[in-house]
């Protein structure tokens, strides 16, 4: 098997300050790249106050000058050849609303990370931009984030990899993704952490008034909003049916497709096909969402919380909020909730 080029990276931390490359090219989202920026901003600055070195930022694209954001916004770039990628730290691939669309033209650009990626200590991407770092093959036989409307695609142009629809951000290894846009706030927040410590993150994301941070694995939107798109409407009552009915203990699958009024072997073929999950799966997923609900607004104990939702006990909610959102119930509630 091919080793991946970043498989063969040098992982040893960089002194600082550290160097940020962001990648520029034309009609990237100027989001994807300034959120993340400024963290990075806010966190030299709370390290600048201890009297630390912080982080270095650059942006650079392939020939340098004046580059267009799709908003319309012109960003300053140094060429990729003035940089030094040996003694760079991260390097960071925004993403940009038409890559889908323009993705094979981006020939050089591609061809740039496919040689010079695994120089830099990590590689992180922003939204879209894991379609970059998938052509480069960086992504291969990895898990990735990327926005929720192009997470098909993701999938479909790049089977080696495999794409996580839920997840904030994902790291494997010294590879990073994130999902949509402002996701790579939550990303460089969590890069910062991995760096400096809980403090200088806390901090940073003070100055930008926004959470220390989302779970890795936060879901991107709601899943019964997802449920209640694209070509689903077919299973649109039963859904709310489900929603209102999580907390019974005897809600199955064979209830489901009774509602349904269909026999269960059709109706769960029928279900993954237009929903693409089993109805077991949208069972769990939608109990783990109003349990995190719950547990952002109510003053309920986690075992009242995981009962009115339909787990079992503490012990079966806390097992899947480890599986789907790395993080147990009491750490959600003590980020999250905004009960009195």
Known sequence: MTTSPIQRRSTHPQPWPRDVVFVAYPQMGLLDLSGAQTVFWAASKALSQRGLPGYQLRTASLAGGLVNTVEGLAVDTCPFAALDLAVTDTLVVPGAPDICETLDSHVELVAWLQREAASARRVASVCSGAFLLAKAGLLDGRRAA????????????????QVDADAIYIQQGAVWTSAGVTAGIDLALALVEADCGREISMQAARELVVYLKRPGGQAQYSTLLQMQTQDRSAFDDLHVWLAEHLGDPELTV?????????????????????????????????????????????????????????????????????????????????????AD
Not at 258 to 270: I, P, T
């Open 146 to 161: 990327t926005h929720w409307a192009m997470c098909d695609t993701l999938q479909q142009r790049f089977p080696a990899l």
């Open 254 to 338: 064979e209830r489901l497709a009774a509602q349904a009024k269909m026999s269960l072997r059709n109706f769960s073929r029928v279900y993954k096909q237009h929903t693409g999950r089993t109805p077991a799966k949208a069972i769990e997923l939608l109990r783990v969402e109003a349990a995190k609900r719950l547990l952002e607004n109510s003053p309920r104990n986690i075992e009242q919380i995981a009962r009115a939702c339909g787990f079992a006990d503490e012990e079966r909610l806390r097992t899947t909020f480890q599986r789907h959102l790395a993080i147990s119930p009491r750490d959600y509630r003590s980020r999250f909730s905004r």
